[in-house]
Nanobody, 118 residues
Framework: VQLQASGGGWVQAGDSLRLSCAASGRTLSGYVMGWFRQAPGKERELVAQISWSGGRTFYADSAKGRFTISRDKFKNTVDLQMNSLKFEDTAVYYC????????????WGKGTLVTVSS
């Protein structure tokens, strides 16, 4: 699976931003798609994930109520809508994919930088 993330940029606190991840290489049926982020000096963390087939979602506490993950089966994309952005959301955001219920995400795209100014 090849993944290409886009949509990062510089915004002010309170603004919104939408990230998109284009997937290619194989059918995504049975896959789980995730958005991760890594802030400077911090470990990479899972922000949200969605099952490609059933659309079941999971959000980190930091994302609940502000971020929405969605997938478009026709476009083969996974988006992360981020609202009410905070300074602490500043990070490099990565999209990733895994098959089924395995713990690790083996497929990763290049990151896209989100900078939120306070």
């Amino acid at each position: 699976v090849q993944l290409q993330a886009s949509g990062g940029g510089w915004v002010q606190a309170g603004d919104s931003l939408r990230l998109s991840c284009a997937a290619s290489g194989r059918t995504l049926s049975g896959y789980v798609m995730g958005w991760f982020r890594q802030a400077p000096g911090k470990e990479r963390e899972l922000v949200a994930q969605i099952s490609w087939s059933g659309g079941r979602t999971f959000y980190a506490d930091s994302a609940k109520g502000r971020f929405t993950i969605s997938r478009d089966k026709f476009k083969n994309t996974v988006d992360l809508q981020m609202n009410s952005l905070k300074f602490e959301d500043t990070a490099v955001y990565y999209c990733a994919a895994k098959f089924g219920t395995v713990a690790e995400y083996p497929y990763w795209g290049k990151g896209t930088l989100v900078t939120v100014s306070s």
